[in-house]
């Protein structure tokens, strides 16, 4: 029996008609009625890039590459036979990925609105490329079409618009970030792209910020050495500051629409940090480790080759974090676990305090706030009730002064979801285990090399 | 069987030697060396000298990958760092605050040649040398403590020190915007092979991070190398930099730090007894231009 993959992430339009989501290495576009929660197929991209080409076209160069360095030694005499003779090797070899290389999905990740809501960007993994994809409310028939590819020579982990609408910046998971100018043919020779700005680490997460006092625009970078960096753009190559405080890796970054000097991060360390870019200050520093203690489970647990002898070192981090427009709220939930974790932010004295955790049916794969709105949409690991919980929608409510889920209106989609593509082969799976990987930044955790 | 290495057998005269100088380095490496902390002879009267360090025990692979998660210790950003540690001689003891700042960087120091030049030359100055390589950086500690000791009357040797540590991930870390003067780039490692260019030490987006912690208007970067293609990368990727201005050969010729350069570090009077050239090049930091709004 098939079963339909568990969503990766969602994002929804400002005025929360359209909601794009990614499964495997489709995105699906929703159209949810006004006035009612009747939801209809909008329109889907399906990434069908054959990478074999893409791979042998590599092995060909590569093997060149090699024919050619041989010829060239051989010309120089450097090779030589026991007997004297210069030696050709005239076979090259064949590169195979070796044991423990990570295996090749081609994943869809980094859903991402244009601020207009008239393109949507994404990554994918198969060819490490930025899609963009433009949408078109008045086609009936697919909302959704491919207008731009474009690879890069490292795998894209994140990706933000510049103020302007014009460019989408980049950050990979080498430690560069580059920009892309968006109604611009894709540009080949990827090899010689240069990157704006780049860390020695991997690069976490992206932000484009301006000082609403000076003008002057910012571009913050977060990476796996705890470092969130702050730059000035376009001129990147003028560092302004370092927010200095994170005791490891940085995972997510979170701005507020009400307060634009405001930042959050998070990531494999025990606090969610409130800053002051701006002025560079940190100004909260929570503690979310006890709170989450009841919410960890087996699948916490450090990877074997880390552990311990009693098997009890647990690591998580933080996965998201996410604001509102005018409420003065954080959301956040730790990697693997079934919590999504609301948190005040006073606004006397920028301290942060638990407001409420709502658990979910299931573990969080990913949360989006739709700012507009004040609405957040979480995607749920629900390959145990495989046909319900795949998108939960939550809404501060005023009467009870707290956050609820929206029932009705989760399982108005989840029927739909389950009713439209139970059938369609892009999105179903034929075993629970047979998932994409929906965990990772966990994994980020660095251990120190034992020798050195 | 694999035979293990002479450091790990504890046989070995290597191993005997290393355990040894650990013992004294842990006990010596933050202390302030003054009379008082010399060793007595065996007649009673103070001051006996101390040996350098031998190479020999310190031999490690020449390389170590920058991208890799060593377990390294650094602060968790410039106000954190006690340079106390690495600087007693320049605690006030009154205010427990430092005297002087690091405004030196001397990356990838390897033996500590160029530290140990350079020590006299700018006795205001605290120096710092960071390499990435344990045992090396070792035999940079036990050279500075011996130096210290066998110089203890005129307080020599107490203005340079060494870290180690991995520059190019985590100069900010010790390093408050514009506090350096003057950073060596000695001999570095050439990563020959095109997929390893990242991993060399000047690349355009880490001269960003070298222009915030260099003084504006001020600091100098100073190369030096026997790779010809080095060199020309180093050259191309700082001169594209907006941020850097090239330092003309008279300058070079005037400038003091440039000859020690040229002659103190030991992969310098190896390239000199094989005869081989140097080049060098050096650059200003430049003021910023006007923030483009």
Known sequence: ?452 | MKTKPLSQDPGSKRYAYRVNKEENRKELKHVKIDETTLPKKSNGKKSSLMELPKKRFYRQRAHSNPFSDHQLEYPKSPSDMDWSRLYPYYKDESTGKMTNKVTIADIGCGFGGLLIDLSPKFPQDLILGMEIRVQVTNYVEDRIIALRNNNVTKQGYQNINVLRGNAMKFLPNFFEKGQLNKMFFCFPDPHFKQRKHKARIVTTTLLSEYAYVLKEGEGVVYTITDVEDLHLWMVKHLEAHPLFERLDEEWEKNDECVQIMRNATEEGKKVERKKGAKYIACFRRISNPEIII
């Not at chain 1, 009841?294 to 996965?319: C, G, H, K, M, W």
């Not at chain 1, 969080?364 to 495989?386: P, Y």
Request: glycine letters at 4%; charged letters at 25%.
């Open chain 1, 1 to 452: 029996m098939s079963i339909i993959h568990p969503f990766q992430s969602s994002v929804s339009t400002n005025d929360g008609t359209l909601v794009f989501t990614v499964v495997k290495n489709t995105i699906l576009a929703f159209r949810c009625n006004p006035g009612s929660w009747n939801y209809s197929l909008a329109g889907s991209w399906v990434d069908t890039l054959d990478r074999t080409n893409l791979i042998k076209e590599k092995v060909i160069k590569e093997q060149q590459r090699q024919l050619a360095e041989n010829a060239a030694a051989a010309a120089t005499k450097k090779s030589k036979s026991t007997d004297g003779e210069p030696v050709v090797r005239s076979v090259a070899k064949v590169p195979t990925p070796g044991t423990g290389a990570p295996p090749i999905y081609s994943i869809v990740r980094n859903l991402l609105l244009s601020r207009d809501n008239k393109m949507l960007f994404a990554c994918a993994d198969s060819d490490k490329s930025i899609l963009v994809l433009k949408i078109d409310t008045n086609n009936k028939e697919n909302c959704l079409t491919l207008v731009k590819r474009q690879p890069y020579p490292k795998r894209p982990n994140a990706i933000a618009t510049t103020e302007d609408n014009e460019k989408v910046i980049m950050v990979d998971k080498f430690g560069d970030a580059f920009e892309m100018i968006i109604n611009e043919e894709p540009k080949d020779k990827i090899n010689e792209f240069e990157p704006i700005l780049g860390h020695v680490s991997m690069l976490t997460d992206v932000m484009m910020k301006k000082d609403p006092e000076s003008g002057k625009q910012f571009i913050i970078t977060s990476d796996r050495d705890e470092h969130i960096k702050v730059s000035h753009y376009p001129q990147c190559f003028i560092i302004d500051k370092w927010l200095f405080g994170h005791e490891e890796f940085v995972s997510t970054l979170c701005d507020f629409l009400w307060d634009p000097r405001l930042l959050v991060s998070a990531g494999g360390d025990n606090y969610i940090f409130l800053w002051d870019w701006i002025s560079g200050k940190s100004l909260f520093k929570f503690d979310y480790s006890e709170l989450i203690q009841p919410y960890l489970t087996d699948a916490n647990l450090a990877p074997a080759r880390f552990q311990n002898e009693t098997n009890d070192i647990v690591e998580y981090a933080v996965s998201k974090v996410v604001s509102f427009a005018n409420l003065p709220y954080i959301a956040f939930f730790v990697e693997a676990t079934k919590a999504l974790v609301i948190l005040k932010i006073n606004k006397d004295d920028y301290s942060l305090s638990l407001f409420q955790i709502i658990e979910l049916p299931c573990n969080l794969i990913s949360l989006f706030a739709n700012t507009t709105q004040d609405e957040l949409l979480i995607t749920l690991d629900n390959r145990e009730s495989s046909e319900k919980d795949f998108i939960k929608f939550v809404a501060f409510n005023p009467e009870q002064n707290k956050f609820v889920i929206n029932e009705d209106k989760g399982k108005s989609i989840d029927k739909f979801i389950t009713d439209k593509l139970k059938n369609n082969e892009n999105v179903t799976i034929s075993s629970k285990d047979d998932v994409y990987p929906l965990y990772n930044i966990a994994n980020l955790k660095k251990h120190g090399e034992a020798f050195s």
